[in-house]
């Protein structure tokens, strides 16, 4: 059991503490491998949470994780960690999608017609919707209306029949202007059924304008660029989590979202001799995540620490303390981020996940301790609270 921090709150003498006892620094945590492995709680999670919590420092847990609504996620967590939680300190792979809803009518995917896949179920379609995306299909959707479409689709039949909804318009490949047509496609969580999700991410993007069934007469071009590969309106591809491996209740490290598109990514390179295959990733080490992810901190903090109106004015941020299990997400998105805000950013790496004991980091962390306990400690000992 890791040692407990001292049950007092921290010096206004700190560093990291103005003279009315507000910090200038707060704390972001991974949650698999830092504070869980799959549904079982680290030792000292729990305590190194509430002890932040109780003495208002701020913190968001920022996860490579999804697959459920950020509101459901809340409530499990707060039960788990003992901690309340709310949604305002709490960002996953795909919570920056939201912001794929905004925006002018130009640039907006509300509207339009989606493909979401990966996570269990109807459960990242769901997700979608409640982000505010009003047309969102999933493969087993197409697969249902249209078996043709994979030839072992007898395998999961019950699966997808049990989950599907009709189509907002039927496949017809050969009248393209009443047929199907996706605009994006969006990889939520990690999927389940590679093949399916695979067959059909590759049918689009070798499409005209997205239209299932049809195949781009573009494709191979050599006097276009890109030899002709997605340049005939394809739709636009995104990736949550970028994670090759995540840490679960088994003893290794289990192959992530970043496995599947490693593999789409090695289909694709066959199919087109290696064409440039354009696609956004967010998630942890991007540093989009990080921009987003801070600048909810930021709004957290503000209204943690009471800086709502003309009344109060909330110190700067000066500096964020990431906690995290895998060198190549967490640490290597926290020593890349540069801040708009001026906050320094530096990367704990804990022992309890990814991370194997004995080797040599891929991204060099400012410091490896041994859990999330001593993470927390260590942060507050640099901020001169101990």
Request: glycine share 10%.
């Amino acid at each position: 059991m890791p040692s407990a921090i001292p049950s007092r709150r921290f010096s206004n003498n700190g560093a990291g503490v103005a003279v009315d006892g507000m910090s200038s620094f707060a704390f972001a945590f991974d949650i698999d491998g830092v504070l869980l492995r799959s549904s079982t709680l680290i030792p000292g999670a729990s305590e190194a949470l509430k002890y932040l919590h109780d003495n208002n420092i701020p913190f968001i847990l920022l996860t490579n994780g999804g697959g459920k609504h950020e509101s459901t996620r809340v409530v499990e967590l707060s039960k788990k960690l003992g901690v309340p939680l709310t949604e305002e300190n709490f960002v996953q792979s795909h919570t920056p999608f939201k912001q794929l809803v905004e925006g002018d009518e130009s640039e907006s995917l509300k509207d339009k017609t989606i493909l979401v896949t990966g996570g269990d179920g109807n459960k990242c379609r769901n997700i979608a919707e409640m982000y505010g995306f009003k047309n969102v299909v999933t493969p087993g959707d197409i697969l249902v209306s249209y078996p043709s479409i994979w030839p072992f689709n007898q395998s999961f039949s019950e699966h997808y029949i049990n989950n599907a909804r009709p189509l907002p318009r039927s496949v017809d490949y050969e009248n393209p202007s009443t047929s199907l047509k996706i605009d994006a496609v969006f990889v939520f969580n990690s999927p389940r059924d590679w093949a399916l999700d695979s067959q059909i991410i590759l049918d689009l993007l070798l499409s005209k304008d997205g239209v299932l069934g049809t195949y781009s007469q573009k494709n191979g071009d050599s006097s276009l660029p890109n030899n002709g590969w997605l340049q005939d309106c394809q739709p636009k591809l995104f990736f949550s989590n970028p994670d090759l491996f995540w840490a679960t209740n088994h003893h290794l490290p289990r192959i992530g979202q970043g496995g599947f598109q490693a593999s789409l990514q090695g289909v694709w390179d066959a199919t087109t001799g290696g064409a440039t295959l354009d696609k956004t990733i967010i998630g942890k080490p991007h540093a989009a995540t990080y921009k987003y992810a801070e600048r909810v901190l930021n709004k957290h903090r503000t209204q943690l620490l009471g800086g709502e109106g003309e009344h109060k004015k909330v110190i700067r941020l000066n500096r964020v303390f990431m906690v995290g299990d895998n060198p190549e997400s967490d640490i290597r998105g926290a020593n890349e981020f540069k801040s708009s805000h001026g906050a320094e950013w530096s990367s704990i790496l804990v022992k309890t996940g990814v991370y194997r004991e004995g080797t040599k980091p891929a991204y060099e962390p400012t410091v490896i301790v041994d859990d999330v306990m001593e993470a927390v400690k260590w942060g507050l000992q640099e901020e001169g609270c101990m």
